[in-house]
């Protein structure tokens, strides 16, 4: 495992990786398990939500 301080996160990583676990499993479990706030939140810092702001300057 590479990063000691976030153990839990490196493994899955590393399962994922080795095949262990699909992507898109983990991805699945993850999204099902945070709180949706913070699925909000990482969507829009990620830009995977197009804002309603740029959608009505597109008009």
Same mark, same amino acid.
């Given at each position: 495992m590479r990063?000691q301080?976030?153990?839990a996160?490196?493994q $899955?990583?590393? !399962?994922a @990786?080795?095949?262990v676990?699909?992507?898109?499993?983990?991805a699945?479990?993850? $999204?099902?398990? !945070?709180m @949706?706030?913070d699925?909000?939140?990482f969507a829009e810092i990620?830009?995977?939500?197009?804002s309603?702001?740029e @959608?009505?300057e597109?008009?």
């Amino acid at each position: 495992m590479r990063n000691q301080a976030r153990r839990a996160s490196t493994q $899955l990583i590393d !399962m994922a @990786e080795m095949g262990v676990v699909s992507w898109e499993k983990l991805a699945r479990d993850l $999204l099902e398990w !945070m709180m @949706e706030s913070d699925v909000e939140r990482f969507a829009e810092i990620n830009d995977y939500f197009i804002s309603t702001e740029e @959608e009505s300057e597109d008009a």
